[in-house]
């Protein structure tokens, strides 16, 4: 549990952390949706060699950023192996004149083609979780939220409850570290009495978390019910008339991060499409 990094800021002073909260969230939403126009390794490494740029910019230790990829490392492994075992590629003979081979065993496959693809969605999912990792990892929870709640501020105009949805945001984020922690003691506990989650099959595994997972949910109500006591002792009452202890405001820095990423964009899309037929894309994509 502690090797889950959602949620954990990590407390130093950089670029990265200085930048406002709404230029990172609309840096990683851009990321985020650019990643789903990439199908070429090269644009890959160039998106992995930025996405290192901001790690050592942000001094971030490299294996806090990497632990984040242990949530997703079995869907990774399987996606891959299925997306090779299930993609038949161009046929026998093209795989056979571009790769060299070609196996076949009843329903499954196993092609150059398929081996090509299944490496893309693996680095189309290992980009996407470690690039909004950062923006946890630099970006205090309150911050985060104060930024979705200006970003969603237009919707005010046809009464939808912005403050209200943020707040719950903010809520859950502070409460997800906690959480974790509350888990790990309870399952010290539980193993110190004997409890084991770690053998038999699935059913008997998903078994042995039900004395987990009943006092966390214990655990759980009564936080939100001395919550709710505090923030109403404090008379929180909404938004109304609530001001910010920090006011965000945009510097030189954050406009210049957010045009490279708009130029970052705007490469990947030209690389996807080529409109306007630039001899030196084809090259770069063959490199």
């Known amino acids: 549990m502690k090797d889950v990094s959602f949620g954990q800021i990590y407390p130093v002073d950089s670029p990265i952390h200085r930048m406002d909260a709404r230029a990172k969230l609309l840096i990683t939403i851009a990321y985020i949706v650019m990643m789903f126009f ?13 996405l290192v740029a901001v790690v050592l910019m942000s001094r971030v230790p490299p294996l806090k950023v990497l632990r984040s990829v242990r949530a997703i490392i ?24 571009t790769f060299g081979f070609y196996l076949n065993w009843g329903p499954f496959y196993i092609t150059g083609t398929g081996l090509l693809n299944a490496g893309r969605l693996a680095c189309r999912l290992l980009l996407l979780v470690l690039g909004p990792t950062m923006l946890t990892l630099t970006t205090t929870p309150v911050a985060l ?24 945001m903010s809520i859950a984020l502070r409460f997800v570290p906690t959480l974790m922690d509350e888990t790990e003691k309870i399952m010290n506990a539980q193993k110190a009495r004997g409890a084991s989650f770690d053998h038999g099959n699935i059913f008997k595994r998903a078994t042995a978390l039900l004395p987990v997972l009943v006092p966390l949910f214990v655990s759980s109500f009564k936080r939100a019910d001395e919550l709710s ?3 109403e002792s404090r008379c929180y009452r909404g938004a109304t008339g609530r001001t910010k202890m920090k006011v965000m405001k945009y510097r030189a820095g954050d406009i210049i991060a957010m045009l490279l990423m708009a130029a970052l964009l705007f490469f990947v899309l030209v690389c996807a499409y080529n409109w306007w037929q630039w001899e030196w894309v084809n090259a770069f994509l063959v490199c």
């Open 145 to 168: 939220t104060d930024a979705i709640e200006h970003l969603l501020r237009p919707l005010k105009v046809i009464h939808l409850p912005v403050h209200a949805f943020t707040m719950i």
């Open 38 to 50: 990439v199908n070429h390794y090269v644009v890959y490494g160039v998106i992995a060699l930025c």
């Open 74 to 97: 079995f869907l990774l492994i399987f996606t891959f192996i299925i997306t090779v075992l299930l993609n038949r590629g161009g046929g026998e003979e093209y795989e056979l004149a």
């Open 229 to 231: 006591d505090a923030m």
